[in-house]
Protein backbone atom coordinates (compact mmCIF):
# COMPACT_ATOMS: atom_id res chain seq x y z
CA UNK A 1 0.00 0.00 0.00
CA UNK A 2 1.44 3.59 -0.99
CA UNK A 3 1.82 6.78 1.13
CA UNK A 4 -1.02 8.15 -1.25
CA UNK A 5 -3.37 5.59 -0.49
CA UNK A 6 -3.00 5.24 3.60
CA UNK A 7 -3.56 8.59 3.21
CA UNK A 8 -6.79 8.54 1.52
CA UNK A 9 -7.63 5.27 3.85
CA UNK A 10 -6.81 7.93 6.88
CA UNK A 11 -8.64 10.67 5.40
CA UNK A 12 -12.17 8.30 5.01
CA UNK A 13 -11.39 7.00 8.69
CA UNK A 14 -11.51 10.50 10.17
CA UNK A 15 -7.80 9.95 10.90
CA UNK A 16 -4.65 12.16 11.51
CA UNK A 17 -1.53 10.31 10.90
CA UNK A 18 2.01 11.82 10.59
CA UNK A 19 4.75 10.51 8.05
CA UNK A 20 6.27 8.67 10.58
CA UNK A 21 3.45 6.56 11.48
CA UNK A 22 1.84 6.63 7.93
CA UNK A 23 5.19 4.51 7.05
CA UNK A 24 4.61 2.58 10.19
CA UNK A 25 1.03 1.63 9.61
CA UNK A 26 1.70 0.86 5.94
CA UNK A 27 3.69 -1.88 6.82
CA UNK A 28 1.54 -3.53 9.13
CA UNK A 29 -1.63 -2.99 7.25
CA UNK A 30 0.42 -4.80 4.90
CA UNK A 31 1.03 -8.10 6.86
CA UNK A 32 -2.81 -7.97 7.79
CA UNK A 33 -3.95 -7.96 4.39
CA UNK A 34 -2.10 -10.45 3.59
CA UNK A 35 -3.32 -12.50 6.35
CA UNK A 36 -6.58 -11.82 5.39
CA UNK A 37 -6.09 -12.43 1.82
CA UNK A 38 -6.35 -16.15 2.27
CA UNK A 39 -9.84 -16.09 1.85
CA UNK A 40 -9.44 -15.52 -1.64
CA UNK A 41 -8.84 -19.34 -1.86
CA UNK A 42 -11.86 -20.24 -0.80
CA UNK A 43 -15.03 -21.13 -3.35
CA UNK A 44 -17.98 -19.46 -2.13
CA UNK A 45 -20.08 -19.93 -5.24
CA UNK A 46 -24.02 -20.15 -3.89
CA UNK A 47 -23.40 -19.29 -0.65
CA UNK A 48 -25.73 -17.27 1.24
CA UNK A 49 -23.37 -14.32 3.30
CA UNK A 50 -24.66 -14.94 7.50
CA UNK A 51 -25.03 -11.61 8.47
CA UNK A 52 -26.82 -12.66 11.69
CA UNK A 53 -25.77 -15.83 13.43
CA UNK A 54 -28.62 -17.63 14.83
CA UNK A 55 -30.23 -16.91 11.26
CA UNK A 56 -27.94 -20.26 10.85
CA UNK A 57 -30.71 -22.26 13.10
CA UNK A 58 -33.92 -20.12 12.78
CA UNK A 59 -35.33 -17.72 10.65
CA UNK A 60 -35.16 -13.93 12.41
CA UNK A 61 -38.10 -11.56 12.77
CA UNK A 62 -36.73 -8.07 13.14
CA UNK A 63 -37.72 -7.15 16.27
CA UNK A 64 -40.08 -4.34 17.09
CA UNK A 65 -41.50 -2.20 20.12
CA UNK A 66 -43.85 -0.16 20.39
CA UNK A 67 -43.44 3.74 18.85
CA UNK A 68 -43.69 4.88 22.25
CA UNK A 69 -41.44 7.45 23.84
CA UNK A 70 -39.55 5.62 26.76
CA UNK A 71 -37.03 7.98 27.79
CA UNK A 72 -37.38 11.62 29.51
CA UNK A 73 -35.65 14.79 28.04
CA UNK A 74 -32.28 14.03 30.01
CA UNK A 75 -30.72 16.94 28.26
CA UNK A 76 -28.34 18.12 31.73
CA UNK A 77 -26.99 14.38 32.20
CA UNK A 78 -26.93 13.70 28.18
CA UNK A 79 -24.74 16.49 28.15
CA UNK A 80 -22.57 15.84 31.21
CA UNK A 81 -19.72 14.33 29.19
CA UNK A 82 -19.79 17.02 26.22
CA UNK A 83 -16.22 18.40 25.81
CA UNK A 84 -17.72 22.56 24.71
CA UNK A 85 -21.02 23.23 25.88
CA UNK A 86 -23.08 26.61 25.70
CA UNK A 87 -26.23 27.84 27.18
CA UNK A 88 -27.24 23.79 26.38
CA UNK A 89 -25.76 22.89 23.22
CA UNK A 90 -23.00 21.12 22.17
CA UNK A 91 -19.96 24.15 20.69
CA UNK A 92 -18.54 23.09 17.65
CA UNK A 93 -15.76 25.07 15.19
CA UNK A 94 -17.04 27.43 13.09
CA UNK A 95 -18.76 25.06 10.07
CA UNK A 96 -19.44 27.79 7.21
CA UNK A 97 -16.91 30.32 6.52
CA UNK B 1 -13.03 -15.27 57.34
CA UNK B 2 -11.84 -16.07 53.83
CA UNK B 3 -14.77 -14.57 52.13
CA UNK B 4 -12.90 -14.20 48.23
CA UNK B 5 -12.39 -17.92 48.49
CA UNK B 6 -16.40 -18.92 48.93
CA UNK B 7 -18.71 -19.53 46.33
CA UNK B 8 -21.51 -17.28 45.60
CA UNK B 9 -24.33 -19.56 47.21
CA UNK B 10 -21.85 -20.05 50.49
CA UNK B 11 -21.88 -16.34 50.14
CA UNK B 12 -25.40 -15.91 49.67
CA UNK B 13 -25.99 -18.56 52.60
CA UNK B 14 -23.84 -16.81 55.02
CA UNK B 15 -25.92 -13.72 54.51
CA UNK B 16 -29.09 -15.15 54.62
CA UNK B 17 -27.51 -16.57 58.24
CA UNK B 18 -26.36 -13.05 59.43
CA UNK B 19 -22.78 -13.99 59.30
CA UNK B 20 -21.76 -11.33 57.78
CA UNK B 21 -23.83 -8.28 56.22
CA UNK B 22 -23.42 -6.63 52.38
CA UNK B 23 -21.40 -3.69 53.86
CA UNK B 24 -19.25 -5.76 55.27
CA UNK B 25 -18.47 -8.15 52.05
CA UNK B 26 -18.10 -5.09 50.28
CA UNK B 27 -15.70 -3.46 52.73
CA UNK B 28 -13.41 -6.86 53.12
CA UNK B 29 -13.69 -6.61 49.20
CA UNK B 30 -12.89 -3.14 48.62
CA UNK B 31 -9.81 -3.52 51.25
CA UNK B 32 -7.86 -6.09 48.86
CA UNK B 33 -8.64 -3.98 45.83
CA UNK B 34 -6.50 -1.27 47.36
CA UNK B 35 -4.54 -4.19 48.58
CA UNK B 36 -3.82 -5.70 45.73
CA UNK B 37 -3.47 -2.40 43.01
CA UNK B 38 -0.82 -3.12 41.60
CA UNK B 39 -2.28 -5.87 39.32
CA UNK B 40 -4.04 -2.98 37.73
CA UNK B 41 -7.45 -5.16 37.77
CA UNK B 42 -9.62 -1.80 38.21
CA UNK B 43 -9.93 1.25 36.26
CA UNK B 44 -12.45 3.12 38.94
CA UNK B 45 -13.17 2.41 42.21
CA UNK B 46 -15.65 4.51 44.06
CA UNK B 47 -16.18 2.81 47.73
CA UNK B 48 -18.55 5.29 49.13
CA UNK B 49 -21.03 4.14 46.01
CA UNK B 50 -20.13 0.55 47.20
CA UNK B 51 -20.66 1.20 50.30
CA UNK B 52 -24.15 2.83 49.62
CA UNK B 53 -25.42 0.06 47.39
CA UNK B 54 -24.44 -2.63 50.30
CA UNK B 55 -26.25 -0.66 52.64
CA UNK B 56 -29.42 -0.69 50.61
CA UNK B 57 -29.13 -4.71 50.03
CA UNK B 58 -28.71 -5.05 53.93
CA UNK B 59 -32.12 -3.00 54.08
CA UNK B 60 -33.61 -5.58 51.75
CA UNK B 61 -32.00 -8.67 53.23
CA UNK B 62 -33.72 -7.30 56.77
CA UNK B 63 -37.16 -6.88 55.18
CA UNK B 64 -36.79 -10.41 53.84
CA UNK B 65 -36.81 -9.26 50.35
CA UNK B 66 -33.24 -10.88 49.46
CA UNK B 67 -32.53 -12.94 46.51
CA UNK B 68 -29.88 -15.87 45.67
CA UNK B 69 -27.56 -12.68 44.72
CA UNK B 70 -28.82 -10.02 46.89
CA UNK B 71 -25.51 -8.28 48.74
CA UNK B 72 -23.25 -9.88 46.92
CA UNK B 73 -20.46 -7.68 45.28
CA UNK B 74 -19.69 -7.67 41.54
CA UNK B 75 -17.50 -5.99 39.36
CA UNK B 76 -18.50 -5.28 35.77
CA UNK B 77 -15.75 -5.06 32.88
CA UNK B 78 -15.68 -1.37 32.21
CA UNK B 79 -17.33 -1.51 28.96
CA UNK B 80 -20.58 -1.49 30.44
CA UNK B 81 -21.47 2.10 31.15
CA UNK B 82 -22.78 2.72 34.46
CA UNK B 83 -24.14 6.44 35.82
CA UNK B 84 -22.21 6.38 38.69
CA UNK B 85 -18.66 4.85 38.14
CA UNK B 86 -16.16 6.02 35.01
CA UNK B 87 -17.08 4.36 31.55
CA UNK B 88 -13.71 4.66 29.81
CA UNK B 89 -13.58 1.58 27.60
CA UNK B 90 -9.97 2.09 28.54
CA UNK B 91 -9.89 4.55 25.92
CA UNK B 92 -8.04 7.78 26.40
CA UNK B 93 -10.71 9.31 24.20
CA UNK B 94 -13.49 8.41 26.99
CA UNK B 95 -11.15 9.65 29.76
CA UNK B 96 -13.59 10.76 32.84
CA UNK B 97 -16.88 10.25 30.31
CA UNK B 98 -20.02 9.39 33.19
CA UNK B 99 -23.14 7.59 30.95
CA UNK B 100 -26.63 9.24 31.47
CA UNK B 101 -28.01 5.51 32.06
CA UNK B 102 -26.28 2.03 33.30
CA UNK B 103 -26.15 -0.69 30.82
CA UNK B 104 -28.70 -3.32 31.13
CA UNK B 105 -26.61 -6.20 32.24
CA UNK B 106 -25.41 -3.65 35.03
CA UNK B 107 -29.30 -2.38 35.41
CA UNK B 108 -30.04 -6.46 36.01
CA UNK B 109 -27.65 -7.07 38.39
CA UNK B 110 -27.31 -4.01 40.31
CA UNK B 111 -29.20 -3.00 43.79
CA UNK B 112 -32.76 -2.91 42.17
CA UNK B 113 -32.42 -5.58 39.54
CA UNK B 114 -30.81 -8.75 41.24
CA UNK B 115 -29.46 -6.82 44.45
CA UNK B 116 -25.89 -6.96 43.67
CA UNK B 117 -23.44 -4.03 45.20
CA UNK B 118 -20.99 -2.81 42.02
CA UNK B 119 -16.97 -3.01 43.61
CA UNK B 120 -16.10 -0.49 40.31
CA UNK B 121 -15.12 -1.17 36.55
CA UNK B 122 -12.28 -3.29 35.54
CA UNK B 123 -9.50 -2.86 33.01
CA UNK B 124 -9.48 -3.94 29.86
CA UNK B 125 -7.92 -3.81 26.05
CA UNK B 126 -8.70 -0.35 24.50
CA UNK B 127 -12.64 -1.07 22.95
CA UNK B 128 -12.39 -4.39 23.83
CA UNK B 129 -9.58 -5.16 21.06
CA UNK B 130 -6.88 -7.06 22.19
CA UNK B 131 -5.87 -10.69 23.67
CA UNK B 132 -3.25 -9.27 26.19
CA UNK B 133 -4.93 -6.31 27.97
CA UNK B 134 -1.77 -4.21 27.08
CA UNK B 135 -4.17 -2.31 24.46
CA UNK B 136 -5.29 -0.46 27.43
CA UNK B 137 -4.68 3.17 27.62
CA UNK B 138 -4.36 2.79 31.59
CA UNK B 139 -1.38 0.69 31.68
CA UNK B 140 -2.56 -3.54 31.26
CA UNK B 141 -3.68 -5.90 34.10
CA UNK B 142 -0.81 -7.85 35.73
CA UNK B 143 -1.78 -11.59 35.68
CA UNK B 144 -1.71 -13.04 39.15
CA UNK B 145 0.23 -16.27 39.09
CA UNK B 146 3.07 -14.25 37.83
CA UNK B 147 2.95 -10.22 37.43
CA UNK B 148 5.26 -10.35 34.74
CA UNK B 149 3.08 -11.93 32.38
CA UNK B 150 -0.05 -10.59 30.98
CA UNK B 151 -3.51 -11.68 32.14
CA UNK B 152 -5.11 -12.16 28.27
CA UNK B 153 -7.73 -9.73 26.98
CA UNK B 154 -9.72 -8.10 26.41
CA UNK B 155 -11.26 -9.10 29.42
CA UNK B 156 -8.07 -9.22 31.70
CA UNK B 157 -8.84 -7.17 33.91
CA UNK B 158 -12.27 -8.91 35.32
CA UNK B 159 -10.23 -12.21 35.37
CA UNK B 160 -7.21 -10.83 37.60
CA UNK B 161 -10.10 -9.51 39.73
CA UNK B 162 -11.94 -13.06 40.61
CA UNK B 163 -8.57 -14.90 40.48
CA UNK B 164 -6.86 -12.72 42.69
CA UNK B 165 -9.80 -12.55 44.95
CA UNK B 166 -10.72 -8.89 44.36
CA UNK B 167 -14.30 -9.48 43.27
CA UNK B 168 -16.25 -13.02 44.16
CA UNK B 169 -17.43 -12.60 40.11
CA UNK B 170 -17.43 -10.32 37.27
CA UNK B 171 -18.92 -9.41 34.32
CA UNK B 172 -17.03 -9.63 30.80
CA UNK B 173 -17.57 -9.42 26.79
CA UNK B 174 -16.74 -11.84 24.06
CA UNK B 175 -16.10 -10.89 20.70
CA UNK B 176 -13.71 -13.04 19.20
CA UNK B 177 -12.91 -14.98 22.81
CA UNK B 178 -12.15 -11.80 25.59
CA UNK B 179 -14.24 -13.74 27.73
CA UNK B 180 -12.36 -17.11 27.38
CA UNK B 181 -8.78 -16.45 26.91
CA UNK B 182 -8.38 -14.32 30.14
CA UNK B 183 -10.24 -16.70 32.22
CA UNK B 184 -8.24 -19.29 30.52
CA UNK B 185 -5.04 -17.26 31.43
CA UNK B 186 -5.96 -16.49 34.85
CA UNK B 187 -7.30 -20.09 35.76
CA UNK B 188 -11.00 -19.27 35.79
CA UNK B 189 -14.84 -19.98 34.62
CA UNK B 190 -16.20 -17.79 31.68
CA UNK B 191 -19.16 -18.15 30.14
CA UNK B 192 -19.71 -16.64 26.45
CA UNK B 193 -23.39 -17.48 25.93
CA UNK B 194 -25.46 -17.76 22.58
CA UNK B 195 -25.40 -14.62 20.98
CA UNK B 196 -28.46 -12.45 21.36
CA UNK B 197 -28.71 -13.93 24.61
CA UNK B 198 -27.62 -11.06 26.70
CA UNK B 199 -28.67 -7.40 26.25
CA UNK B 200 -25.97 -5.49 24.90
CA UNK B 201 -27.66 -2.46 25.52
CA UNK B 202 -25.23 0.25 27.21
CA UNK B 203 -22.74 -2.38 26.36
CA UNK B 204 -19.85 -0.17 24.84
CA UNK B 205 -20.06 -1.42 20.85
CA UNK B 206 -16.79 -3.25 19.23
CA UNK B 207 -18.33 -6.11 16.71
CA UNK B 208 -22.26 -5.49 17.12
CA UNK B 209 -22.75 -8.79 15.39
CA UNK B 210 -20.27 -11.09 17.63
CA UNK B 211 -20.10 -8.78 21.08
CA UNK B 212 -21.88 -10.70 23.88
CA UNK B 213 -21.59 -10.50 27.60
CA UNK B 214 -21.06 -13.09 30.16
CA UNK B 215 -20.43 -13.96 33.58
CA UNK B 216 -16.75 -14.64 34.73
CA UNK B 217 -16.82 -16.45 38.04
CA UNK B 218 -14.56 -19.05 40.04
CA UNK B 219 -17.03 -22.58 39.17
CA UNK B 220 -19.66 -23.53 36.31
CA UNK B 221 -22.37 -23.11 39.10
CA UNK B 222 -21.31 -19.62 39.92
CA UNK B 223 -21.12 -18.33 36.33
CA UNK B 224 -25.03 -20.25 35.97
CA UNK B 225 -25.77 -18.25 38.98
CA UNK B 226 -25.37 -14.96 37.06
CA UNK B 227 -26.68 -16.02 33.95
CA UNK B 228 -29.97 -16.98 35.12
CA UNK B 229 -29.88 -13.30 36.36
CA UNK B 230 -28.51 -11.39 33.04
CA UNK B 231 -30.25 -13.32 30.20
CA UNK B 232 -33.66 -12.30 28.83
CA UNK B 233 -35.08 -10.57 25.91
CA UNK B 234 -34.98 -6.33 25.59
CA UNK B 235 -36.66 -4.61 23.42
CA UNK B 236 -33.81 -1.68 23.23
CA UNK B 237 -31.36 -4.02 21.36
CA UNK B 238 -32.68 -5.12 18.22
CA UNK B 239 -30.68 -8.37 18.27
CA UNK B 240 -31.92 -9.56 21.90
CA UNK B 241 -33.73 -12.84 20.92
CA UNK B 242 -37.19 -13.11 22.57
CA UNK B 243 -36.84 -16.70 24.12
CA UNK B 244 -38.71 -17.80 27.25
CA UNK B 245 -35.66 -17.18 30.20
CA UNK B 246 -34.07 -20.79 31.01
CA UNK B 247 -32.93 -21.71 34.34
CA UNK B 248 -29.32 -22.41 33.82
CA UNK B 249 -28.94 -24.41 36.87
CA UNK B 250 -31.96 -26.63 36.41
CA UNK B 251 -29.20 -29.68 35.19
CA UNK B 252 -26.88 -29.20 37.48
CA UNK B 253 -26.38 -32.28 39.89
CA UNK B 254 -28.24 -34.55 37.67
CA UNK B 255 -27.26 -37.14 35.41
CA UNK B 256 -26.74 -36.99 31.60
CA UNK B 257 -28.80 -40.16 31.15
CA UNK B 258 -31.39 -40.29 34.18
CA UNK B 259 -30.78 -44.34 33.81
CA UNK B 260 -27.00 -43.98 33.60
CA UNK B 261 -24.67 -45.10 36.09
CA UNK B 262 -21.73 -42.82 35.78
CA UNK B 263 -22.47 -39.05 36.02
CA UNK B 264 -21.82 -38.15 32.13
CA UNK B 265 -22.40 -41.55 30.82
CA UNK B 266 -23.79 -40.96 27.27
CA UNK B 267 -22.55 -37.75 26.58
CA UNK B 268 -20.92 -37.45 23.02
CA UNK B 269 -17.86 -35.42 23.22
CA UNK B 270 -16.38 -33.91 19.75
CA UNK B 271 -13.01 -33.75 19.72
CA UNK B 272 -11.80 -31.09 16.83
CA UNK B 273 -8.62 -32.56 15.12
CA UNK B 274 -7.88 -28.68 13.99
CA UNK B 275 -8.02 -27.89 17.38
CA UNK B 276 -4.53 -30.12 18.46
CA UNK B 277 -2.91 -29.34 15.12
CA UNK B 278 0.90 -27.86 14.90
CA UNK B 279 0.95 -24.72 16.92
CA UNK B 280 -0.37 -26.20 19.94
CA UNK B 281 1.99 -25.70 22.88
CA UNK B 282 2.84 -29.73 24.34
CA UNK B 283 1.61 -28.84 28.17
CA UNK B 284 -1.25 -27.15 26.70
CA UNK B 285 -2.04 -30.18 24.77
CA UNK B 286 -1.17 -33.07 27.24
CA UNK B 287 -3.24 -30.86 30.01
CA UNK B 288 -6.44 -30.48 27.69
CA UNK B 289 -6.08 -34.62 26.70
CA UNK B 290 -6.14 -35.60 30.44
CA UNK B 291 -9.24 -33.85 31.39
CA UNK B 292 -10.87 -35.25 28.27
CA UNK B 293 -9.57 -38.62 29.72
CA UNK B 294 -11.41 -37.52 33.50
CA UNK B 295 -14.45 -36.80 31.41
CA UNK B 296 -14.52 -40.43 30.12
CA UNK B 297 -14.04 -41.84 33.18
CA UNK B 298 -16.82 -39.62 34.53
CA UNK B 299 -18.73 -41.85 31.27
CA UNK B 300 -18.42 -39.54 28.46
CA UNK B 301 -17.14 -41.34 24.92
CA UNK B 302 -14.86 -39.14 22.71
CA UNK B 303 -15.43 -39.07 18.73
CA UNK B 304 -12.71 -37.46 16.31
CA UNK B 305 -15.09 -34.76 14.91
CA UNK B 306 -13.31 -32.11 11.95
CA UNK B 307 -13.70 -28.28 11.40
CA UNK B 308 -11.85 -27.98 8.66
CA UNK B 309 -12.29 -23.84 8.54
CA UNK B 310 -10.67 -23.16 11.73
CA UNK B 311 -7.58 -21.59 10.09
CA UNK B 312 -9.56 -19.26 8.08
CA UNK B 313 -11.71 -17.96 11.33
CA UNK B 314 -8.85 -16.18 11.64
CA UNK B 315 -8.71 -13.66 8.52
CA UNK B 316 -12.59 -13.88 8.48
CA UNK B 317 -12.83 -12.57 11.72
CA UNK B 318 -10.09 -10.01 11.13
CA UNK B 319 -12.19 -8.79 8.18
CA UNK B 320 -15.55 -8.55 10.41
CA UNK B 321 -14.61 -7.25 13.66
CA UNK B 322 -12.34 -3.95 12.15
CA UNK B 323 -15.66 -3.86 9.88
CA UNK B 324 -17.96 -3.19 12.61
CA UNK B 325 -15.29 -1.91 14.33
CA UNK B 326 -14.70 1.12 11.76
CA UNK B 327 -18.14 2.17 11.57
CA UNK B 328 -18.74 1.53 15.61
CA UNK B 329 -16.61 3.81 16.37
CA UNK B 330 -17.24 6.37 14.18
CA UNK B 331 -19.71 8.36 16.91
CA UNK B 332 -16.52 9.49 18.56
CA UNK B 333 -15.95 12.97 17.36
CA UNK B 334 -15.09 15.15 19.86
CA UNK B 335 -18.69 16.64 20.19
CA UNK B 336 -21.35 15.26 21.91
CA UNK B 337 -19.08 13.27 24.83
CA UNK B 338 -15.21 12.61 25.53
CA UNK B 339 -11.94 13.83 24.68
CA UNK B 340 -12.07 16.66 22.33
CA UNK B 341 -8.26 17.90 20.78
CA UNK B 342 -7.01 21.07 21.73
CA UNK B 343 -5.77 22.76 18.95
CA UNK B 344 -7.08 22.33 15.43
CA UNK B 345 -8.07 24.65 12.63
CA UNK B 346 -11.48 23.64 11.40
CA UNK B 347 -14.35 21.05 12.19
CA UNK B 348 -12.67 18.22 10.13
CA UNK B 349 -9.37 19.07 11.93
CA UNK B 350 -11.08 18.87 14.99
CA UNK B 351 -12.36 15.18 14.08
CA UNK B 352 -9.22 14.23 12.77
CA UNK B 353 -7.00 15.26 15.26
CA UNK B 354 -9.50 14.26 18.33
CA UNK B 355 -10.08 10.49 17.08
CA UNK B 356 -5.92 10.42 16.60
CA UNK B 357 -4.88 11.59 19.81
CA UNK B 358 -7.97 9.78 21.87
CA UNK B 359 -7.79 6.42 20.00
CA UNK B 360 -4.91 3.77 20.64
CA UNK B 361 -2.03 2.07 17.99
CA UNK B 362 -4.30 -1.15 17.82
CA UNK B 363 -7.66 1.26 17.39
CA UNK B 364 -6.19 2.84 14.69
CA UNK B 365 -5.15 0.10 12.44
CA UNK B 366 -8.79 -1.79 13.05
CA UNK B 367 -10.44 1.04 12.24
CA UNK B 368 -8.30 1.67 9.20
CA UNK B 369 -8.47 -2.42 8.36
CA UNK B 370 -12.42 -2.03 8.52
CA UNK B 371 -12.53 1.10 6.24
CA UNK B 372 -10.28 -0.12 3.88
CA UNK B 373 -12.85 -3.66 3.73
CA UNK B 374 -16.07 -1.81 3.55
CA UNK B 375 -14.46 0.63 0.68
CA UNK B 376 -15.82 0.55 -2.87
CA UNK B 377 -14.35 -2.45 -5.15
CA UNK B 378 -13.07 -3.64 -1.87
CA UNK B 379 -16.29 -4.47 -0.48
CA UNK B 380 -17.33 -7.97 -2.16
CA UNK B 381 -13.80 -9.40 -1.93
CA UNK B 382 -13.33 -8.86 1.57
CA UNK B 383 -16.73 -8.12 3.49
CA UNK B 384 -19.04 -10.16 1.67
CA UNK B 385 -16.67 -13.07 1.00
CA UNK B 386 -15.81 -12.88 4.77
CA UNK B 387 -19.56 -13.67 5.89
CA UNK B 388 -19.93 -16.15 2.94
CA UNK B 389 -17.19 -18.23 5.22
CA UNK B 390 -18.76 -17.27 8.24
CA UNK B 391 -22.15 -18.80 7.05
CA UNK B 392 -19.66 -22.32 6.09
CA UNK B 393 -17.83 -21.44 9.29
CA UNK B 394 -21.61 -21.81 11.29
CA UNK B 395 -22.71 -25.05 9.07
CA UNK B 396 -19.38 -27.03 9.85
CA UNK B 397 -20.33 -26.34 13.56
CA UNK B 398 -24.10 -28.00 12.67
CA UNK B 399 -22.64 -31.28 10.69
CA UNK B 400 -20.15 -31.97 13.62
CA UNK B 401 -23.21 -31.36 16.00
CA UNK B 402 -24.88 -34.24 14.19
CA UNK B 403 -22.31 -36.89 15.77
CA UNK B 404 -21.70 -35.14 19.14
CA UNK B 405 -23.34 -33.69 21.98
CA UNK B 406 -20.61 -31.07 22.83
CA UNK B 407 -16.98 -29.95 21.49
CA UNK B 408 -13.78 -29.47 23.92
CA UNK B 409 -10.54 -28.55 22.86
CA UNK B 410 -7.66 -25.73 24.15
CA UNK B 411 -8.70 -22.27 24.65
CA UNK B 412 -5.56 -20.76 23.61
CA UNK B 413 -2.69 -22.43 21.98
CA UNK B 414 -0.29 -21.74 24.82
CA UNK B 415 -0.51 -20.22 28.00
CA UNK B 416 0.02 -16.79 29.20
CA UNK B 417 3.25 -15.02 27.53
CA UNK B 418 5.29 -12.18 29.41
CA UNK B 419 4.08 -8.62 28.94
CA UNK B 420 5.87 -6.96 26.25
CA UNK B 421 6.66 -10.68 24.31
CA UNK B 422 3.87 -9.82 21.34
CA UNK B 423 2.94 -6.33 21.48
CA UNK B 424 5.22 -5.20 18.46
CA UNK B 425 3.44 -7.80 15.79
CA UNK B 426 -0.13 -7.36 15.49
CA UNK B 427 -0.53 -10.31 13.29
CA UNK B 428 1.53 -12.68 15.91
CA UNK B 429 -1.15 -11.41 18.64
CA UNK B 430 -4.29 -12.33 15.81
CA UNK B 431 -2.97 -15.93 15.53
CA UNK B 432 -3.42 -16.42 19.62
CA UNK B 433 -7.18 -16.16 18.88
CA UNK B 434 -7.47 -19.69 16.54
CA UNK B 435 -9.66 -21.81 19.04
CA UNK B 436 -11.99 -19.24 20.10
CA UNK B 437 -12.73 -16.78 16.96
CA UNK B 438 -14.96 -19.41 15.26
CA UNK B 439 -17.48 -19.75 17.83
CA UNK B 440 -18.27 -15.94 17.95
CA UNK B 441 -18.68 -16.70 13.86
CA UNK B 442 -21.00 -18.62 14.74
CA UNK B 443 -22.82 -17.38 17.44
CA UNK B 444 -22.18 -20.73 19.34
CA UNK B 445 -22.10 -20.95 23.38
CA UNK B 446 -19.00 -21.48 24.81
CA UNK B 447 -16.80 -21.49 27.76
CA UNK B 448 -13.69 -21.63 29.53
CA UNK B 449 -12.75 -24.27 32.71
CA UNK B 450 -9.58 -24.87 34.39
CA UNK B 451 -7.78 -27.92 33.71
CA UNK B 452 -4.08 -27.90 34.58
CA UNK B 453 -1.28 -26.21 35.40
CA UNK B 454 2.19 -25.00 33.40
CA UNK B 455 5.98 -25.74 34.60
CA UNK B 456 5.83 -22.51 34.82
CA UNK B 457 2.67 -22.38 37.13
CA UNK B 458 0.45 -20.65 34.86
CA UNK B 459 -3.01 -21.77 34.60
CA UNK B 460 -4.50 -23.84 31.24
CA UNK B 461 -7.88 -23.77 30.29
CA UNK B 462 -10.33 -26.25 28.59
CA UNK B 463 -12.67 -24.93 26.11
CA UNK B 464 -16.46 -26.45 26.21
CA UNK B 465 -18.25 -24.99 22.89
CA UNK B 466 -22.21 -26.34 22.91
CA UNK B 467 -24.87 -25.95 20.27
CA UNK B 468 -27.25 -22.90 20.25
CA UNK B 469 -28.98 -22.75 23.72
CA UNK B 470 -26.92 -25.60 25.27
CA UNK B 471 -25.75 -23.66 28.12
CA UNK B 472 -27.85 -25.38 31.12
CA UNK B 473 -25.59 -29.04 29.87
CA UNK B 474 -22.50 -27.12 29.44
CA UNK B 475 -22.98 -26.17 33.04
CA UNK B 476 -23.89 -29.47 33.89
CA UNK B 477 -21.18 -30.84 31.74
CA UNK B 478 -18.59 -28.29 33.58
CA UNK B 479 -19.90 -28.75 36.67
CA UNK B 480 -19.63 -32.45 37.06
CA UNK B 481 -15.87 -31.82 36.03
CA UNK B 482 -15.32 -29.05 38.54
CA UNK B 483 -17.01 -32.14 41.11
CA UNK B 484 -13.88 -34.47 40.64
CA UNK B 485 -10.81 -31.75 39.44
CA UNK B 486 -9.46 -28.82 41.99
CA UNK B 487 -8.10 -26.67 39.34
CA UNK B 488 -10.84 -24.30 39.69
CA UNK B 489 -9.89 -24.33 43.39
CA UNK B 490 -6.21 -23.20 43.21
CA UNK B 491 -5.67 -19.57 44.36
CA UNK B 492 -2.41 -17.70 43.15
CA UNK B 493 0.03 -16.99 46.14
CA UNK B 494 -0.46 -13.94 47.41
CA UNK B 495 3.48 -13.07 47.78
CA UNK B 496 3.46 -13.45 44.08
CA UNK B 497 0.46 -11.44 43.45
CA UNK B 498 1.03 -8.56 46.00
CA UNK B 499 4.77 -8.02 43.98
CA UNK B 500 2.81 -6.45 41.21
CA UNK B 501 3.25 -3.01 40.33
CA UNK B 502 3.11 -0.24 42.84
CA UNK B 503 2.90 -1.81 47.10
Redesign the interface.
Known amino acids: MNIEEINHLAKLSGLELNPEQTKQISKELENILSLVDELQSVDTSGVEPLFHPIAVIEALQQALRPDEATEGNNRMSNMLSAPAVHEGLFLVPKVIE | MNWHEKSLSELSQAIFAKEVSSVELTQYFLKRISQYKGLNAYLDVQEELSLRDANFADELIAKGQAGPLTGIPVAHKDVFVTKDWKSTAASKILE?????FDARVVERLGIRGAGMVCLGKTNMDEFAMGSSNENSAYGPALNPWNTQYVSGGSSGGSAVAVAAGLAPIATGTDTGGSIRQPAAFCGITGIKP???SISRYGMIAYAS?LDQAGPMGKSAADCGLMLNAICG?D??D?????REPDNYLRLLGKNWSETAQLPLQGLRIGVPEEYFAQGLQEEVGQAVRAALKQFEDLGATCIPVSLP?T??S???Y??LAPAEA?SNL?RY????????AKE?K??T?????T??EG?GAEV??R???G???L?QGYYD??Y?????????I??DF?TAFTICDVLMGPVAPQVAWKVGEKSK???EM?LEDIYTLSPN????PAMSIPCGMSTEGLPIGLQIIGN?FAEAQMIQIADHYQHVSSWHQLAPSSSVTSSGGSL
Open positions: NYLSPTYGSHQRSTSLRKKLIPVYVSSDGVRFGYRYDLQMYERRSFKRILITYVSAYLQAQKIRRIAQQDPVYLAGLY
